[in-house]
């Protein structure tokens, strides 16, 4: 089944590109003046490079699943998509970067330049079908995220977001490729497919060192996704890092680990064993700790962005449970719910950073009345929160509603009772935004200037596929549906 | 029948061209918004109308002729299916009605006028969905969008403590609906018998006595866990003892018309989820907990009726009669009979009118007074010898109150027995103590009463003005609604019955 490499690199033309655009921005970056403050050219090539690299990956869509590089990557529809979520991500997290007053300068290129870095890494890691390629992905997209999250050198909680990502995320690098060379030194083999096939006849001593080692392993892509007990770092890095950086981390890099965990799950623990049970117990429980430990951690916040970093945890453990079901019906759930999420994500973050640029500091006071002032925007708002808490007809809730559907058919009625409570944890503190924008009288009168019309356009415009695919999802799902997972 | 077949549709959407109308009229235009709302709550009250004269009250079940039903999303079996039969045409009627009289009372309105009709005609759609939809999904998302208007409605025109209220109130219901969500993907697919389907029709039948689940070993009936998840799903919102403590707050703090539309109309969707849902999914399940039902309507008789009597804000009184005479409604449910639940249906219809009526007067008297003491916490009366002061007020506030205490020749009398007819023959000792609601209930009301409408004028309500043409023309239907019901309820009877004989049969087989 392999191709030769030129073979390979024709299915690999997304990656390249984005490659390319990084390198092509860097240059670009290089021919300007330090007085230069507007850099529209760069922006204009950055959105080229990205449109391109979403054009590849478009085509890329209908084509049948290959593995490339002598199998130690797969290209298929699964990855492709949610490449296309993260590509879109960046894009989002590129133009709020643009617009942003927290970054500004010199600092707005370079955050354009490392989010592509890191986008190349998850692009790699959400095709990675052999544990190396699987770690340099991973160490591609954690080394640049480092330095993202310690953007504005100036700043002491930037600085510290910085270094307590890089050690954290040094730690369990190092923890996860430990348990890499023991699965290694078991099984003989680093190819995905060859240890999907080995684990299925093992010896019980294998066993005992293979479950140990696989929760190392866990341990490293647990920590990417920032799922309970692995998401200490989160909340710090979330809020000390600019906003723009915070939109970026809550997408890009949890989508890319996701896509491993997915990948990983489905080709190592499709099979009934003991293997199986032991890493749907582990993800059973990760995933209930995860949304409860998230939803409750986010009740008594008080900076949004603080709050929308731990309710991102809770976020994922949800899509945990459509992972750990092991089904197609589970994995359609997950892509769609990252796809949905990808645009709720984006409105709530534009619109904190907006309020944010204007007051310096994004407490929940801060939103008091906002709908006097901005009806169109506190609407969006609105219907973002109540659609990340899931209530109908908003996207958000068509997305639990296929979580809730694979974890029933598997009969895990526990988890989906969890789920189900979470649900209504979180809609108390989302709702709490809604209520100060809507029922508290405006603190004062002055214009916030990221609203711009043509800011208003682009959130309104991101918010429509939030309430189109709560009411009509049944082409988002079907494309979903399509984007299966390689397996040999 | 082609023409009459998209009826559900238009009454289901009108109002939604009503919130539509009303975002192009400009914001200052206020008199133009309220007259625009009140010709679209009219003509929805008249189409509700025309769907009752059309009905065929021979059918039992769905009335074929209006049924619509869309595919919606295929994979998942999920249909725009909308239907009515006897339980639910009431219920409709009741609708169209309240949401109209509330246009009217809630003219004095001033305060972003704009997006208060627009929430308040949102808020009838859904609740129209609610009543029509035929397929659980459906029902579910008109079931929670409700929330939304609800939350905004109560949330900014509501009184001093309207945050609370509101957040109380959404977390509540989402909270049920939440458990309901989790019963509702597992009937989907538990039915494992080429079911595979969201068609409340379809469900029902007891298709899943024999199913079982474990649970970390233990081993669970299907059928018994998950109406439990329902029960508390409707339960929530009717609501039964021990979940009834949004209600109070939700009920006080509320706008008058809001209100009214709480009591009279949502609260009645939790009984109807058990008509529509939880009793013809369960039904052996049903009979199984029936006992407990009833045990739970006996708690809610008394206990709301003794917390009504503790009060002293006399909106609030109300909303704990309102506990108490949904009690009714449960026990009526819990009796399984013809004509328990016959009077059950009545009792939603006839408590719809009359609580109406009361919340209404309150607001009346709101209006004038700006606050809502009998005894204010001081201890001097907050209202005295308004009888005299308002002689038409007194004698609308009689009715309503006779007519809500259940005194023989208005409404609330007729359902009542029906219910105590039906609930006897199987639940004597409940029966008895029940009747003891109705005492109560007399108590209460008389006692309030006596209590802001006899005794010496209090200097503050010498000022009052009588009720104005406006508001005695919004209480008349309502009047006339109490006392024509009370003689001859066979307009609302006769429409249930056959409906209500199918439901009682298919139960009895288990």
């Known amino acids: 089944m392999g ?65 490339i590089f002598t199998n130690s990557a797969v290209i298929d529809p699964f990855s492709t998509l949610l490449k296309i979520v993260m590509v879109l991500g960046t894009m989002g997290a590129t133009y709020l970067v643009s617009q942003s007053k927290d970054i500004e300068g010199n600092l707005r290129p370079e955050f354009t330049i490392m989010a592509t870095g890191v986008l190349v890494g998850g692009m790699l890691l959400s095709s990675a079908n052999n544990m190396l390629l699987l770690y340099i992905g991973i160490e591609t997209l954690s080394i640049l995220s480092y330095v993202l999250a310690s953007l504005k050198k100036s700043d002491d909680r930037s600085s510290e977001a910085g270094l307590k990502y890089s050690l954290y995320g040094g730690i369990s690098a190092g923890i996860m490729l430990f348990g890499m060379s023991h699965i290694f030194g078991v099984l003989g083999t680093i190819n995905f497919t060859e240890i999907g096939v080995a684990l299925q006849e093992l010896t019980t001593v294998q ?84 949304m409860t430990v998230g939803n ?35 994995i359609r759930s997950v892509v769609f719910y990252a796809i949905t999420y990808l645009f709720m994500n984006l409105v709530a973050f534009y619109i904190v950073s907006f309020v944010n640029d204007k007051y310096g500091n994004d407490h929940f006071e801060r939103f008091n009345g906002l709908i006097y002032r901005y009806p169109v925007m506190s609407i969006m708002m609105a219907i973002t929160m109540f659609s990340l808490a899931g209530l109908p007809p908003f996207s958000g809730f068509v997305a639990k509603f296929h979580i809730f559907n694979a974890i029933v058919i598997k009969k895990y009625y526990v988890l989906a009772i969890i789920a189900g409570l979470n649900s209504v944890i979180s809609m108390y503190y989302y709702m709490k935004i809604i209520r100060l924008m809507v029922l508290k009288p405006a603190e004062s009168e002055e214009q916030i200037s990221g609203f711009s019309l043509l800011n208003q356009g682009i959130i309104v415009s991101l918010t429509v596929p939030v309430l189109f695919l709560g009411i009509f999802w049944e082409k988002i799902m079907l494309v979903a549906t399509n984007a299966k997972i390689f397996l040999e | ?40 709550t009219t003509v929805t009250f008249a189409l509700t109308l025309v769907l009752y004269a059309k009905f065929d009250t021979t059918v039992p079940g769905m009335q074929v002729p209006f049924n619509i039903s869309v595919p919606w999303i295929k994979s998942f079996n999920i249909f725009y299916k909308l239907g009515v039969d006897g339980i639910s045409l009431p219920m409709i009627v009741l609708t169209g009605l309240l949401f109209l009289i509330c246009v009217l009372s809630s003219w004095t309105v001033k305060k972003q ?81 080429g079911i595979d389907s969201f068609d409340i029709l379809a469900l029902q039948g007891g298709k899943f006595s024999d199913l079982t689940l474990t649970i970390f070993g233990a081993t669970f009936s299907f059928a018994k ?53 939880a009793f013809p999914i369960f039904p052996e399940a049903t009979i199984y907990f029936s006992d407990a039902i009833a045990w739970l309507g006996l ?87 308004l009888y005299t002061q308002l002689p038409k007020f007194s004698i609308i506030f009689i009715i309503a109150m006779f007519a809500s205490m259940g005194l023989p020749g208005l409404s609330g009398f007729i359902s009542e027995a029906l219910i105590f007819l039906g609930i006897y ?46 508001e005695i023309f919004y209480m008349l239907p309502l009047c006339v609604a109490v006392i024509v019901f009370g003689i001859y309820p066979s307009p609302v009877l006769d429409v249930m019955r056959a409906s209500v004989g199918n439901l009682v049969s298919m139960l009895a087989k288990f």
């Open chain 1, 3 to 67: 191709l030769n490499y030129l073979a390979s690199l024709s299915h690999f033309v997304p990656e390249l590109l984005a490659c390319v655009t990084m390198f092509g921005l860097i240059l670009i970056e290089a021919t300007y003046k330090e007085e230069h403050k507007e850099r529209g050219l760069f922006f204009f090539a950055a959105y080229i490079g990205f449109a391109s690299v979403l054009t590849f990956l478009c085509l890329n869509l209908k084509h049948e699943a290959v593995a």
């Open chain 1, 207 to 290: 066993v005992a060192i293979l479950l140990p080692s696989f929760l190392l392993f866990l341990a490293g892509l647990g920590y990417k996704i920032a799922c309970v007990p692995f998401h200490m770092w989160s909340p710090d890095v979330y809020e000390g890092s600019p906003i723009p950086v915070t939109t970026f981390f809550s997408v890009v890099p949890k989508v890319a680990g996701l896509a491993a965990l997915i990948r990983i799950t489905t080709v190592f623990f499709s099979h009934e064993g003991a293997m199986n049970m032991g890493w749907v117990g582990i993800l059973s429980v990760i995933a209930a700790l995860t």
């Open chain 1, 296 to 330: 409750i951690s986010a009740i008594g916040q008080r900076s949004v962005k603080r709050m929308l970093a731990y309710s991102s945890i809770s976020h994922a453990g949800v899509m945990l449970l459509g992972i750990l079901v092991i089904s197609e019906v589970g």
């Open chain 2, 1 to 40: 029948m082609q023409a009459s077949s998209n009826l559900l549709n238009w009454i289901l959407w009108m109002p939604f061209i009503g919130v539509l109308g009303i975002l192009f009229i400009p914001k200052a235009k206020e008199t133009a918004i309220r007259v625009w709302s009140l010709i679209n």
């Open chain 2, 113 to 193: 006028v704009k997006a208060y009709f627009a929430l308040f005609l949102f808020l009838q759609s859904t609740v129209f969905g609610v009543f029509f939809a035929m397929d659980f999904f459906l029902f579910y998302v008109y079931w929670e969008v409700m929330l939304i208007p609800m939350f905004f409605l109560i949330g900014i025109w509501g009184g001093e403590n309207r945050e609370y209220a509101a957040v109380k109130f959404f977390l509540y219901t989402f909270l049920g609906s939440i458990l309901m969500l989790v019963g509702m993907v597992a009937l989907y697919y538990a039915s494992g018998k």
């Open chain 2, 225 to 277: 866990l998950f109406f439990v998840f329902l029960f508390i799903g409707f339960a929530i919102k009717v609501p039964v003892f021990p979940f009834h403590t949004w209600l109070p707050h939700a009920h006080v703090q509320a706008p008058t018309a809001i209100s009214v539309i709480l009591a009279g109309v949502l609260l009645k969707m939790g009984t109807y989820g058990f008509l529509r849902i």
């Open chain 2, 299 to 385: 708690i809610n008789v008394i206990y709301g009726a003794f917390c009504a009597m503790a009060q002293t804000d006399v909106k609030k009184l109300v909303a704990y009669s309102s506990v108490s005479h949904m009690g009714f409604v449960m026990l009526g449910l819990a009796a399984l009979t013809v004509t328990g639940v016959n009077g059950a249906v009545l009792q939603m219809f006839n408590h719809g009118t009359s609580t109406a009526m009361m919340f209404l007067m309150i607001g009346v008297l709101y209006e004038r007074s700006h606050h809502r003491w009998i005894v204010r916490p001081d201890g001097s009366k907050g209202f005295g010898g």
């Open chain 2, 425 to 470: 023959e199987r639940f004597t000792t409940i029966t008895v103590l029940a009747l003891l609601g109705l005492l109560l209930g007399a108590a209460y009301l008389l006692w309030m009463f006596k209590r802001m409408f006899f005794g010496d004028v209090i200097e503050e309500c010498k000022s009052y003005t009588d009720m104005n043409a406006r």
